[in-house]
């Protein structure tokens, strides 16, 4: 069956420091890979997404992830951290041709002031 | 404002108890979706809709049902809850499915006794 897998279940970062979530998904066809976050009392929203083209794409806040195929990694990333980051992300891959999305189970991200 | 709009937002219910969650689009988007969000589970597709009248198992649709009769509104059933139901749902839209952004709800948080 498919999966996403999110390796990290929690990190606590200082602010400046740098970030990267690791995102595997197990799917051998054409994927659309998704990073959304949640902040503390708001709604999912899209950090970034890749559906083709550049493997490496800038999303909003300064984040980017990269599409490794070979890998089947989407991993996010982020130079220097700020406290305003400290929520909850999570990897999504949707099949390509499909009506499916397949959803990691998260990382929260805490970041020190 | 674009957005999706859940109610209610908290519910208590006991077990059998036929309840509905609805679910509100105002951005004329065809695809809607529910999800569910489980503590180290992430978020798993339960149903989604492609259009009106149109719908489709995810990955957990087992004591849930669905109807699209019209294409803003996507309301989740369920007949006969029961504990494992216990669970904070999200409905979402996007204008089509595959590589487009999905705008989530706000979430609402089911505690069957």
């Known amino acids: 069956a498919q999966s996403v897998s999110q390796h990290n279940h929690h990190v606590i970062l200082s602010e400046a420091a740098s970030l990267e979530l690791g995102c595997n998904y197990s799917y051998g066809g054409t994927v659309n890979l998704f990073w959304y976050v949640q902040y503390p009392g708001q709604h999912l929203q899209l950090l970034l997404k890749y559906f083709s083209g550049d493997p490496l794409v800038k999303g909003i806040k300064g984040f980017e992830a990269e599409f490794i195929k070979s890998k089947f990694s989407f991993n996010l990333r982020k130079p220097s951290v700020q406290w305003s980051d400290t929520a909850e992300y999570f990897c999504?891959?949707?099949?390509?041709?499909?009506?499916?999305?397949?959803f990691g189970t998260g990382t929260r991200l805490k970041v020190l002031a | 404002e674009a957005q999706v709009t859940q109610n209610p937002r908290y519910l208590i219910t006991v077990t059998g108890k036929k309840l509905t969650v609805t679910c509100s689009q105002n951005m004329n988007h065809e695809y809607m979706s529910w999800y569910r969000q489980d503590p180290g589970l992430g978020l798993r597709q339960i149903y989604y809709s492609m259009n009106v009248e149109v719908t489709d198992k995810g990955d957990v649709p087992e004591g849930y049902k669905v109807s699209r009769k019209e294409k803003r509104n996507f309301p989740l059933i369920l007949e006969s809850p029961s504990p494992n139901q216990t669970s904070l749902y999200f409905c979402a839209s996007s204008s089509a499915t595959g590589s487009e952004t999905q705008y989530f709800g706000p979430g609402t948080r089911l505690l069957v006794l």
């Open positions: 999504a891959v949707n099949l390509s041709g499909t009506y499916k999305y397949i």
